[in-house]
């Protein structure tokens, strides 16, 4: 049922060519999908391969992606560059998954967001990131006093012992985006769930793309002890 599939909409500001180049070249796709790890199977490269190259079909006329999992991206000229609408797969195509649904479809609004990003002002360079997950009743958003201004409100605010400043990338209801100046023009993202029925303790995210030499391991201690003193218990992920 069609009215049960989110849909999730982004403008870029580039030719729809480069924007379904950047959903069908492995390199590109690095560049913004998820966040770097090693794991047992393969990490952030096996995942690549099992989203994108895995069971999917690929119709570059018609800029039509559908993924292995039901996952259907179109990408098509629009005013502004190109227009990319994702349709989620219907509930209940894979039982194994339906427990992380809703999770699945915030993690494409994060990375749909993470591309336009790439592909707007960081096209063929290498991103580094840092990843954060935990439970907690409190948004990171509120914790790090982050007002939900418009995208493209300019920001200045003290980001965990850092001044910062950017813009407002992008919101929705659960997640906000701002690009952060002093990570070479990078990109935080930080989303909150708050504790429900599904998820009784609440669930917190923040992922930081970095550019350029910027101190990596300096940042990553600093946000990893303000990060772990509020949200101690690392989130049941799907993968």
Do not use: C
Not at 52 to 76: I, K, R
Not at 156 to 180: C, I, M, R, Y
Not at 200 to 221: C, F, N, Q, W
Request: proline fraction near 6%.
């Amino acid at each position: 049922m069609t009215e049960d599939r989110p849909r999730i909409v982004v403008t870029v500001a580039a030719p729809a060519e480069a924007v379904w180049d950047a959903l069908r070249d492995k390199e590109k796709i690095r560049h913004w999908h998820g966040w770097e790890y090693e794991g047992a199977e393969g990490g952030l490269e096996e995942e690549i391969d099992l989203i994108y190259f895995t069971q999917v079909t690929a119709d570059a006329d018609g800029g039509v992606l559908t993924l292995g999992s039901g996952d259907e991206f179109v990408v098509e000229p629009a005013e502004g560059g190109s227009r990319i609408t994702l349709t989620r797969a219907a509930h209940g195509d894979n039982p194994d998954w339906e427990q992380y649904y809703d999770d699945v479809t915030e993690g494409w609004i994060t990375f749909l967001h993470q591309l336009r990003f790439a592909v707007e002002h960081h096209q063929g360079e290498t991103r580094r990131t840092l990843f954060y997950s935990g439970t907690g009743s409190t948004s990171p958003i509120t914790e790090l006093g982050v007002d939900l201004e418009p995208a493209g409100t300019p920001y200045e605010l003290d980001l965990v012992g850092e001044p910062a400043k950017g813009q407002v990338w992008f919101t929705s209801e659960h997640q906000v985006g701002l690009t952060v100046d002093a990570w070479g023009n990078g990109l935080l993202v930080l989303s909150h769930i708050p504790p429900s029925e599904q998820k009784p303790d609440g669930a917190s995210m923040a992922i930081l793309t970095l550019y350029g030499d910027v101190p990596r391991d300096a940042l990553d201690e600093r946000w990893k002890t303000w990060w772990e003193a509020r949200y101690p218990a690392p989130l049941d992920l799907p993968g």
